[in-house]
């Protein structure tokens, strides 16, 4: 199964890429896909690559669900439900 996650643009690199960070985590992607992306917006990212900006307000709400998730399968058996 394959996810695309919000992420936030922390930095614009040269050639059409950028720095992001996810929960911490800085990772380089392209940002070839997706025009007019800006230090600040938030992406949505698959396998390395911008594939569309993201509200804000729908980041944050899809970043908690994804905690929300972790933090329910940490106290379950192992099993994702």
Do not use: W
């Amino acid at each position: 199964m394959c996810l695309a996650i919000p992420a936030r643009v922390v930095r614009l690199l040269d050639d059409d890429k950028a720095l992001i960070d996810v929960g911490g985590v800085h990772n380089e992607i392209s940002l070839g896909l997706v025009e007019d992306v800006a230090v600040g917006d938030y992406v949505i990212v698959h396998v390395g690559y911008a594939i569309a900006r993201l509200d804000a307000d729908e980041a944050d709400r899809t970043l908690a669900l994804f905690a929300q998730m972790v933090s329910e399968h940490e106290g379950s058996s192992g099993e994702i439900h």
